[in-house]
């Protein structure tokens, strides 16, 4: 009865190619996010999608390219990878948008590494 | 701009110590203050939260108060066990609904027997 689910847990690659990490939510909520996490544990925000409109949209390379077939998934798809996108990736929901006190719940992580 | 400054790691306790991982935040109005953990190997989980100034989160024996008058929104527990080992994340949602959470860098604790 995972929350939140992603897949795979680890993705290994080379460098160049393209690949896609799944996330899904069977909480019924309406915003789901994707975070990134570097080597030193810091973590930040790189999209939200709200009702499957995109609603946050930080600083990210248009190589990353978020999609939202419905409310429940949101997809990251990552073209020509690059080393610096070794990272741990994020996926989380959250009831509802606009909710500045509501609890964002969160998936187990995708590592992945670019070689 | 929100940000939101934790105490560096690492952190390490024997059993039973008493824990406060400070955290300070800069932000307009009144934002709500979270504490979120993040086990080994697992995504974050939410540990306690704060809506308004003076409110204390509590859960597992932390706690954590709003302190608008020194931003700050430390962490306590007064006797850590090893299953706390984890990294502490510092988080603030702005005032006004925004959905963006920001967080400090976090904070690694390793609890020894």
């Known amino acids: 009865d995972t929350a939140v689910s992603q897949t795979p847990k680890y993705l290994v690659t080379q460098m160049g190619n393209d690949k896609s990490i799944k996330c899904e939510q069977n909480l019924g909520h309406d915003t789901m996010y994707w975070y990134k996490q570097d080597s030193k544990k810091f973590l930040k925000i790189m999209f939200s999608y709200n009702n499957k409109e995109l609603i946050i949209n930080e600083t990210v390379p248009n190589r990353f390219s978020p999609k939202s077939p419905d409310k429940a998934h949101l997809n990251l798809h990552i073209n020509s990878l690059e080393l610096g996108d070794s990272a741990v990736y994020f996926c989380?929901?959250?009831?509802?948008?606009?909710?500045?006190?509501?609890?964002?719940?969160f998936g187990p992580g995708t590592r992945l590494t670019v070689l | 701009g929100n940000s939101v400054t934790q105490m560096e790691g690492p952190v390490t306790l024997s059993e039973e110590a008493f824990l406060t991982i400070n955290c300070t935040y800069t932000a307009t109005g009144y934002p709500s203050l979270f504490w979120y953990v993040q086990y080994p190997g697992e995504g974050l989980q939410l540990l306690l939260k704060a809506t308004k100034a003076d409110d204390k989160g509590s859960n597992k024996g932390f706690e954590a108060t709003y302190r608008k008058e020194t931003t700050s929104f430390h962490l306590e527990k007064g006797s850590v066990q090893v299953s706390d080992s984890a990294v502490y994340f510092c988080a603030l949602s702005p005032q006004g609904g925004s959905e963006k959470l920001v967080f400090g860098k976090g904070t690694k604790l390793t609890v020894n027997p």
């Open positions: 989380a929901s959250s009831r509802v948008a606009g909710g500045g006190s509501d609890e964002q719940f």
